[in-house]
């Protein structure tokens, strides 16, 4: 979420988003390098995808696709305590790169779009460590963070959500996501059916703000975890600046908690 040119509000803050907010204080995230099979990342996707027989077994016990590979893509660790949690990879779709997962499904929809000059925030593989979801029930709220601070960075017209479909309710919920299109199947070889979702974020980054203020962050944060220096991102553990930057828009309001 953006700190910069924003109205104030002086919001009410929820118990709910006050409790992230601490949680975040011990939160880092990581930008993996990609072509590093051995990144823990890939084991952590791997042991989720087959604790529910998404992916057949192999030898490595690694989850990797072609789309780890491409130029418009990126992959990020989250860790608490120093643990690592789970894991986002975010595609940047845009007519000049349109690799990504939901292109594999939804090429029918979206190529007519990038045509026109529109581009997307695409997040997938999102991964979760079995423990660590038991003990963080909100862990969800901490990853997809990422796909916000990217849309901050990006400025998509849409931040897609290619979904299994008991999960669509969260995203609609949070993030105003609408259906666009149903089940159909990704690639890399996983065995479930999708449904495109996308969000207009753009449209509802105001009401996200106010109602989950640890989505925000500042520039420098933004920068550090999306920016052209590519050397950059792989140095060490970024720290969340979601207090700070709600705090200066006055989104944040923990002793006014509801």
């Known amino acids: 979420m953006r700190?910069?040119?924003a109205p104030t509000t002086g919001t009410k803050t929820t118990r709910f988003a006050t409790a992230l907010m601490d949680i975040l204080d011990r939160v880092e995230y990581r930008r993996v390098n990609l072509s590093e099979l051995t990144?823990?990342?890939?084991?952590?996707?791997?042991?989720?995808?087959?604790?529910?027989?998404?992916?057949?077994?192999?030898a490595d016990e690694i989850a990797s696709d072609d789309l780890d590979t491409v130029p418009n893509g990126m992959c990020y660790g989250i860790y608490i305590d120093g643990q690592l949690v789970s894991?986002?990879?975010?595609?940047?779709?845009?007519?000049?790169?349109r690799h990504s997962p939901s292109m594999t499904a939804y090429a029918d929809i979206l190529h007519p779009m990038l045509d026109k000059g529109m581009h997307f925030v695409d997040p997938s593989r999102f991964t979760a460590d079995r423990d660590a979801a038991l003990a963080f029930p909100a862990l969800?709220?901490?990853?997809?963070?990422?796909?916000?601070?990217?849309?901050?960075?990006?400025v998509p017209d849409y931040c897609l959500s290619s979904i299994r479909q008991e999960h669509a309710a969260f995203y609609k919920?949070?993030?105003?996501?609408?259906?666009?299109?149903?089940?159909?199947?990704?690639?890399?070889?996983?065995?479930?059916?999708?449904?495109?979702y996308?969000?207009?974020?753009?449209?509802?980054?105001?009401?996200?703000?106010?109602?989950?203020?640890f989505f925000m962050s500042t520039p420098e944060e933004r920068e550090k975890m999306f920016g052209?220096?590519?050397?950059a991102h792989f140095l060490g553990l970024i720290q969340p600046t979601a207090r700070a930057a709600a705090l200066s828009e006055q989104r944040f309001a923990p002793e006014a908690a509801e």
């Open 3 to 5: 700190t910069e040119a």
């Open 140 to 154: 969800p709220f901490l990853t997809l963070r990422l796909a916000a601070m990217a849309c901050e960075y990006f």
């Open 228 to 231: 052209d220096n590519p050397d």
């Open 198 to 213: 996308a969000a207009s974020y753009t449209a509802i980054r105001d009401n996200v703000a106010d109602r989950f203020p």
């Open 39 to 58: 990144d823990p990342v890939f084991k952590l996707r791997y042991d989720a995808y087959r604790r529910e027989d998404f992916i057949p077994a192999n």
């Open 173 to 196: 919920r949070v993030f105003a996501s609408q259906e666009w299109a149903g089940e159909r199947f990704l690639g890399g070889g996983l065995k479930f059916p999708v449904r495109l």
């Open 87 to 97: 894991s986002l990879r975010l595609h940047h779709l845009t007519a000049e790169h």
